[in-house]
């Protein structure tokens, strides 16, 4: 008869600490804050501390970047991680912003993206699709993707309005061609394939 044997959960003394404001936190009280390089969002006040991707879903958007920074027309950079300050109780780091031409090493920024992209795993998919798409349609920034890799989809919506409209969804090997924030096609699969040896 096989053993199995299972690993030891880690001692709590070696899990990273994070000590954040009570809420309701403004987007200064977190300058205030030692929060080490945990991902750490602002909603209405309410901190958010997001789990770091997994390494589908960090390859995805390594992928989707490069693509969009190859694509981009004069005048727009391609970031992940850039925090966005909405308001001074709101603030969110989508995996993928398209923005304004400024110094390239900010990793913060006041102004409306041209797009976000949102790159899903089973830990932020209702997250991503319920409260965050909720707060960029209200911010009115004009472009949000939704990506899933598990599911090998993509999701575009465009700001119409006061809403969002859908303005693409493909699945695996269909392209999405989009003009908005610039010319760009993508295929899900794609971004998904393992890489080549």
């Keep these: 008869m096989n053993n199995v044997v299972q690993a030891p959960a880690p001692l709590r003394a070696h899990r990273p600490t994070l000590t954040l404001p009570s809420p309701p936190v403004t987007v200064d009280d977190l300058h205030t804050t030692t929060y080490g390089n945990a991902r750490v969002e602002i909603l209405d006040g309410l901190c958010v501390a997001r789990p770091w991707p997994t ?61 976000v992209l949102e790159v899903a795993d089973t830990s932020t998919r209702r997250y991503d699709r319920t409260l965050k798409l909720d707060l960029y349609r209200e911010f009115r920034i004009p472009v949000c993707w939704l990506v899933d890799p598990d599911a090998a989809t993509i999701e575009a919506f465009e700001l119409v309005g006061s809403g969002y409209v859908p303005a693409g969804v493909v699945r695996g090997d269909e392209e999405l061609t989009v003009t908005r924030p610039f010319p760009v096609t993508v295929t899900p699969a794609a971004l998904i394939d393992p890489p080549e040896d």
């Design 55 to 115: 390494p589908l879903r960090a390859r995805v958007t390594d992928r989707l970047r490069a693509l969009l920074s190859e694509s981009a027309t004069s005048g727009a950079q391609v970031f992940t991680g850039l925090q966005v300050e909405l308001s001074p109780r709101c603030l969110v780091v989508p995996d993928v912003a398209v923005v304004a031409v400024g110094d390239p090493q900010r990793r913060r920024i006041a102004e409306t993206p041209f797009a």
